[in-house]
């Protein structure tokens, strides 16, 4: 069955950086777009980033342009998100998904604070 699992999540400082991977499994993960929602405590749940099956081409919420980067490893069933210049308005929970499928992982929490 499908299993995406996330991982990286934890407590760092405004302008901290963090690393979030999402290990895939059950479905053919390179012929898949993913992406990266996130949902902050009273918050709908938000797209931040989402990539093409190749890594050719990446999409990027207005919020987190120029700081956030999604990426993947293909042979390795990852999806990544590499997030530096972090701010409290980041904090949330962080979900994997396959863009175009109902599929998600539990969830890694991403806290931003002094």
């Known amino acids: 069955q499908v299993q995406l699992v996330e991982s990286g999540g934890g407590l760092v400082q405004p302008g901290g950086s963090l690393r979030l991977s999402c290990a895939a499994s059950?479905?053919?993960?390179?012929?898949?777009?993913m992406s990266w929602y996130r949902q902050a405590p009273g918050k709908e749940r938000d797209l931040v980033a989402r990539?093409?099956?190749?890594?050719?081409?990446?999409n990027y919420a207005d919020s987190v342009k120029g700081r956030f980067t999604i990426s993947r490893d293909n042979a390795r069933n990852t999806v990544y998100l590499q997030m530096n210049s972090l701010k409290p308005e980041d904090t949330a929970v962080y979900y994997c998904?396959?863009?175009?499928?109902?599929?998600w992982g539990q969830g890694t929490q991403v806290t931003v604070s002094s």
């Open positions: 990539i093409s099956s190749t890594g050719g081409s990446t």
């Open positions: 059950g479905f053919p993960f390179s012929l898949d777009w």
């Open positions: 998904k396959r863009y175009y499928f109902n599929n």
